[in-house]
């Protein structure tokens, strides 16, 4: 990556006007602040819902310039963390569909494990398009707001089969859905598998996308049975990844403590929070990144 | 596993796999920070170069290599022990739902987790994809 950002023409790479050259520092500064970033991208992602793993690896690949394959890795370990730690208040409470969540892993681990067998062999300037993309559609979301649909009690064929309908916490009690569309959520979780492993992100969005607008699943539901799958999806990549030697301990340690910590403050001050002001703060950062993956993607230099 | 004399609910089910996945989080990462100081006074003023890829040592990445280099105490093992373990949560948690559905004797739900476990496992193992 530094060999061709050297023989490119010199682009407006926005981190590189502002920031001094991190391709030079010692492994403690490096693992300083990339803890340091990290946590800001777990808290950020904690309290905005967005997750912080979207961020983690455009930080580490445009700011500190680190290989997107390293980055990859390490931000799947990170995904694990959080999503684990989250997904164990969750289950708790009892929102989670664990029968609708093991279901769809299915899904969403033989999509990991293509797209892991896929990222050996596509270009990186493809995987910075894609990821520009992904990015985009987050901020996209993350302006327009989640509307509560109405829930639908009519019976559906693979649901009854597999037994999906359940109930979940409301103020009035424990309120009954049923889950719908069951083929073609399960086929958006398969792309959200493969997108999960290609680009080292939990890929919450298309699985939320899947669940609550597709299999009409409560939201609040749709995004804590998400959460749940999210760690079983980045695992099966992740092993994949540890064995092909795309986990350095240097880079993947202050990234894992670092997000895990912020998403742990971030669940704590959640309620004191000015949520939506951090929610605007968020998507600019995401824009920001998402235009300088599609710049590096479309010019080669990442 | 509370209450024994009725069928494994659902709600047991949801509690343990809780407290499971809070637990494996907890321990993967003490291992990871103790490495991590661990690597740092060892390595802290040695340059960080990641700009260009490598790949780990045959060491860093099979299960038997890590292993190897934990008990000799090398920094960079123990930090993938901790991410070893922390990718180890989930199947863990697959695998006790496993558990669960058949002690609810659900064959369907018990051929869909066992399908994830193995699916999981092999991704985890044989590192192949």
């Keep these: 990556m530094r060999a061709s950002a050297e023989s490119a023409p010199a ?9 001094p050259d991190f391709a030079s520092m010692t492994a403690i500064a490096f693992a300083l602040l990339v803890a340091g970033g990290s946590f800001c991208a777990g808290l950020l992602g904690a309290l905005t819902g967005l997750g912080g793993g ?19 890795g390490a931000s799947l370990v990170s ?6 730690g989250a997904a164990a208040a969750y289950v708790r409470e009892g929102y989670t569909n664990v029968r609708v969540g093991i279901l769809l892993e299915v899904a969403t681990t033989i999509g990991a494990l293509i797209g892991a067998a896929l990222a050996g062999v596509t270009p990186t300037s493809f995987l910075a398009i894609l990821f520009g993309l992904i990015l985009l559609f987050t901020a996209i979301r993350s302006i327009r707001p989640t509307r509560e649909h109405a829930l639908l009690t009519t019976p559906d064929k693979w649901s009854a089969r597999l037994r999906l309908d359940s109930t979940y916490p409301t103020a009035a009690g424990r309120q009954p859905y049923s889950v719908q569309n069951v083929p073609a959520g399960f086929g958006l979780m398969f792309v959200a598998g493969v997108l999960s492993a290609l680009l ?14 597709m299999m009409r699943l409560p939201f609040k539901v ?4 998400s959460n749940f799958m999210i760690g079983v999806t980045a695992a099966a990549s992740a092993g994949v990844y540890l064995h092909r030697g795309y986990i350095d301990p240097t880079v993947a340690f202050p990234v894992m403590l670092g997000v895990l910590a912020g998403a742990l403050l971030g669940a704590r ?34 | 596993m509370t209450n024994p004399p009725t069928r494994f609910s659902d709600h047991a089910v949801e509690q343990v796999v809780g407290r499971l996945l809070q637990l494996g989080v907890l321990i993967a990462a003490v291992v990871v920070l103790a490495g991590g100081a661990l690597l740092l006074a060892q390595h802290g003023s040695s340059p960080a170069a990641f700009s260009t890829f490598h790949g780990e040592p045959d060491a860093l990445r099979s299960i038997g290599g890590i292993v190897t280099g934990v008990v000799s105490l090398h920094s960079e093992a123990i930090v993938q022990l901790g991410l070893l373990l922390l990718i180890a949560t989930p199947v863990a948690r697959v695998a006790f739902t496993l558990v669960a559905f058949i002690l609810q004797r659900d064959r369907t739900y018990v051929l869909i987790t066992t399908l994830v476990l193995a699916l ?10």
């Design chain 1, 11 to 19: 682009g407006p790479n926005v981190a590189d006007l502002v920031l």
């Design chain 1, 269 to 302: 001050i959640l309620s004191v929070a000015n949520t939506k002001l951090l929610r605007q703060v968020f998507t600019g950062v995401v824009i920001v990144m998402a235009i300088e993956m599609l710049y590096k993607g479309f010019t080669g230099g990442l």
């Design chain 1, 79 to 84: 995904v694990i963390a959080t999503s684990s």
């Design chain 1, 222 to 225: 749709s995004t804590t049975t």
């Design chain 1, 54 to 72: 979207i961020v983690v690896v455009p930080m580490l690949t445009l700011l500190f310039h680190v290989d997107l394959r390293y980055a990859i």
């Design chain 2, 120 to 129: 999981l496992l092999y991704g985890l193992v044989f590192g192949k994809a």
């Design chain 1, 200 to 213: 080292g992100i939990g890929s919450g969005i298309v699985k939320v996308l899947a669940m609550d607008q």
